[in-house]
């Protein structure tokens, strides 16, 4: 309790007495006209920060989304445990994993109200959607699960890496999972993988990870960029990741 108690004390508290952060300024400046994509980055933080400041424009309530974040994915962890492992005889157990998340400095990840916050939260509800899509053999969950995280994806390209494990673990165990999984997953991704080309077509296909690549040149599509982004995936995923594929 005394753990719970000191931290919602701290969110609040950060909440309200934290000077805006560079990162918050950038966002919260660029959802006054958000477009197709930010420079190197997917546009949906701008989407929801312009949705937000449809109500109000004040830093405490745009923030206010990271508190709500938190609290979402703290229930997103107690809603896969409780799906992976039915049985009531450990639901005090998952109660206990999703407080501990909430109580954890991981959970302060989602404080800023900017990039981290609504990717946090729309890859890891992905998931939890694709999980339950997987164990329940259901094509609406891997719907779900594609929409959700093809929205994290025009947070962070970077979830490219997490989406691609999950399709493969869906395609290769299709056989008893069914088809339905991999097929609903990725019709619901593509909505995000279409805004996603068709904005980094005319803008920075040089730098389609962001940070990875400097984007000093003009947004072009070249052969040479995409051997570059190959590259970088084989690079980052290692010789560990390839020997667990």
Known sequence: NLLLFGAVFLKVWLLVSWPLTGYEAQWI??????GMGHYDHGPMVGWVLAL???HSNELWWLRGLGILS??????????VLSVAEPSLVFRRRHLLVALAFFVSPLSLVFFATAETTVFGL?????????????????????????LLLGGALLTNYLVAFPILGLLLFAL????????????????????????????NYGHCWNNVLSGFFVPLQDGDWGVDYLLVFVAVLLFFGGPWSLWHW
């Open 29 to 34: 400046s660029w959802s006054q006209a958000p």
């Open 52 to 54: 937000m400041q449809l």
């Open 70 to 79: 938190s609290l979402v994915v703290s229930w997103a962890v107690y809603w």
């Open 122 to 146: 729309l890859a890891f509800l992905g998931f939890a959607a694709q999980v339950t899509g997987v164990i329940g053999r259901s094509i609406f969950w891997a719907l779900l699960g594609g």
């Open 172 to 199: 290769l165990r299709a056989g008893r999972i069914g088809w339905g999984v991999p097929v609903g997953t990725v019709l619901g991704l593509l909505p995000s993988i279409g805004i996603v080309a068709v904005y």
